[in-house]
């Protein structure tokens, strides 16, 4: 792509680490763009993001007390008065943000409607080669692939290759799909991990297991018969298995039968 687009004179220095600012700036116009054409994420939700989400809590929750806060001074609401509420009155935004949720039918509303109360959006994640997006809706997903990639594409003249290994959704922990017009997954494999829907990563043991036994008795029984010494033999070990074994080896505490 870069290579049919740009065009430079001689004078200009080319090669690999060139090729490496070109691929690294064309994927930071991509995260910028996703981020432009849709609501990414946040990072950090109100501490009642969950029971407002739900719809359930409102009959069992008081009705929020906000008319002696500063009376018309805010659409109470709206995300802007919901955030108000969380800096002078906690307790009220998270009875209000309850109340005025239970009255949207439709979940992904809700989703947005919190999603605006959040803070630092997380936007599109660059892993060397790989951008990893994550977003609260079904509607944010659609908003990502029809605007943000089709802009991208016509831009830069290119397609994506849509795929269960390539470009895809995967939606998580049992979220809603039949709304999402593009290819879904139900588990990716990112810089040589294999992620899963509910991020148990029985996949990934599975895989580091077997791999690991083969090469353990691959070594073992060619040690044998060369009748390599025991030192020699735990050397190789560290050097041939331990790496495959300890590669993301930061996912285990997440997997508890494991060990």
């Not at 065009?7 to 490496?20: C, S």
């Not at 990893?132 to 089709?150: D, I, K, M, R, Y």
Request: with cysteine; net charge negative.
């Amino acid at each position: 792509m870069s290579s049919s687009a740009l065009k430079f004179g001689a004078g200009i220095p080319q090669g690999r680490k060139f090729g490496v600012h070109v691929f690294t700036s064309v994927m930071t116009f991509l995260r910028g763009l996703l981020k432009l054409c849709c609501n990414p994420a946040k990072t950090i939700l109100p501490d009642f993001a969950s029971d407002a989400i739900s719809a359930v809590w409102a009959r069992f929750t008081p009705p929020p007390q906000v008319h002696d806060l500063t009376p018309g001074c805010c659409n109470w609401d709206s995300p802007e008065g919901i955030r108000l509420l969380m800096s002078v009155a906690p307790e009220q935004a998270r009875r209000q943000a309850i109340y005025t949720l239970a009255t949207i039918a439709d979940k992904d509303d809700r989703i947005e409607l919190m999603e605006a109360c959040g803070s630092v959006p997380l936007g599109a994640l660059m892993f060397v080669d790989d951008i990893v997006a994550v977003f609260p809706s079904q509607t944010a997903v659609n908003q990502a692939v029809h605007l943000g990639l089709q802009r991208y594409e016509n831009m830069f003249q290119v397609e994506f290759n849509f795929g269960p290994t390539k470009t895809a959704v995967l939606p998580m922990f049992g979220a809603a799909s039949d709304q999402i017009s593009t290819v879904l997954c139900s588990d990716y494999k990112l810089l040589g991990v294999q992620f899963d829907e509910f991020l148990d990563f029985t996949k990934r043991s599975s895989h580091v297991l077997r791999v690991g036994k083969v090469l353990f008795y691959e070594l073992f029984n060619a040690a044998s018969h060369a009748h390599f010494p025991a030192p020699i033999v735990a050397e190789a070990i560290v050097q041939r298995i331990e790496p495959v074994i300890l590669f993301a080896a930061e996912i285990w505490p997440l997997v508890p039968s494991f060990y």
